[in-house]
C-alpha cells in the first residue's frame, strides 16, 4: 500500500470540492495511462455531495469513464433505496457518460443471480484481470463500521474468492443487497472514505486507531498496492490522537 493518509477539514462544505478535484484528477491520469477511467460509487450522503461538487467543476468530460457500484440494494431503480436510482437522477442525467459506461444491477434477478449476474459484468469490463481493479473506489462507512454491504463479524469479511457477493440479511434494511468483496475493493489503484459529522467520531477513532480483533470491515480496507485516503470532517476527527492532514483552502491532493 502507498500509505493511508488521513485529511481533516473544517466541515463538509470544504471537503466537498477537494473530493471532486480527486477525482477528476484521477480521472484525467487514468485516461491518459489507460484511455478510460474506472470509478466504484457507494451510496448515502456521498450522493448528494459528489453530484453537486462534480457539476460544479468546468468542462467535466465524462465519456471515458466507465462507473459501477461498490454496493447496491436490489429494489427497483425507481424505489428512493436505490443508489443507482439516486446518482442518475442526481448526476448521470446531468454529465456526457454513456449508458453503456454505468454497470448496473439487474434488479428483478434473485438475489444470488444478482450477485452472478454483476460479477460478469464486471468481468467483461476488466477483462484479464483476476479481480476488477478499478481506478478509485469512493467508500463511506456506517456508525457500526460497516462498508460497502461487508458488516461487523459477517461471513462475507472472509470472502476470498468472489467478486461480488449476496448478502440477505444485512442488519441495515433493505435487506437483500449486493456488495463488492475485500478482495476487490483491495485490489484499486486508489480508495477514497468520505466520513463526516459528530456521529462518526467514535467509530472513525476505532477503525483508525483502535488494536481490536477482529477489525472491523472499514478497518480491513488497505490497498495491495494503491493509496488510500479517509476524507473527514472536523466533528468525525474530534477522538483522533493520531497525526492527520490539514489542507490549507484550495489545497488538491
Not at 485516461?31 to 467543476?57: D, H, Q
Not at 462475507?156 to 449476496?166: D, F, H, N, R
Request: glycine letters at 8%.
Amino acid at each position: 500500500m502507498a500509505g493511508r493518509r488521513v485529511v481533516v477539514f473544517p466541515s463538509s462544505a470544504e471537503l466537498g470540492p477537494v473530493l471532486a478535484s480527486l477525482v477528476k484528477s484521477r480521472a484525467d491520469k487514468s485516461i491518459s495511462a489507460r484511455g478510460r477511467f474506472t470509478l466504484g460509487l457507494s451510496g448515502g450522503s456521498l450522493v448528494s455531495m459528489l453530484s453537486k461538487e462534480l457539476l460544479a467543476l468546468p468542462d467535466l468530460d465524462c465519456s471515458k469513464w466507465v462507473v459501477g457500484f461498490c454496493d447496491e440494494r436490489l429494489v427497483s431503480f425507481d424505489d428512493p433505496e436505490s443508489t443507482y436510482g439516486l446518482y442518475k437522477s442526481q448526476l448521470f442525467s446531468k454529465i456526457n457518460i454513456p449508458d453503456s459506461g454505468i454497470l448496473t444491477i439487474e434488479p428483478s434477478l434473485p438475489v444470488k443471480e444478482c450477485a452472478e449476474d454483476y460479477t460478469c459484468k464486471l468481468k467483461e469490463a476488466f477483462p484479464g484481470d483476476g479481480f476488477p481493479v478499478f481506478d478509485l473506489l469512493l467508500l463511506g462507512m456506517g456508525p457500526d463500521g460497516h462498508t460497502c454491504s461487508l458488516f461487523p463479524d459477517h461471513p462475507l469479511l472472509e470472502e476470498t474468492q468472489k467478486i461480488v457477493a449476496p448478502i440477505s440479511d444485512s442488519p441495515k434494511p433493505p435487506p437483500q443487497r449486493v456488495t463488492m468483496t475485500l478482495p476487490v475493493v483491495n485490489s484499486a489503484h486508489c480508495v477514497a472514505f468520505v466520513s463526516t459529522g459528530g456521529s462518526k467520531a467514535a467509530i472513525l477513532k476505532e477503525v483508525l486507531e483502535g488494536k481490536e480483533s477482529p477489525a472491523l470491515p472499514a478497518a480491513r480496507v488497505v490497498p495491495t498496492n494503491g493509496e488510500l485516503f479517509w476524507l473527514i470532517d472536523d466533528p468525525a476527527a474530534a477522538s483522533l490522537t493520531i497525526q492527520v492532514e490539514k489542507p490549507e483552502s484550495g489545497a488538491k491532493l
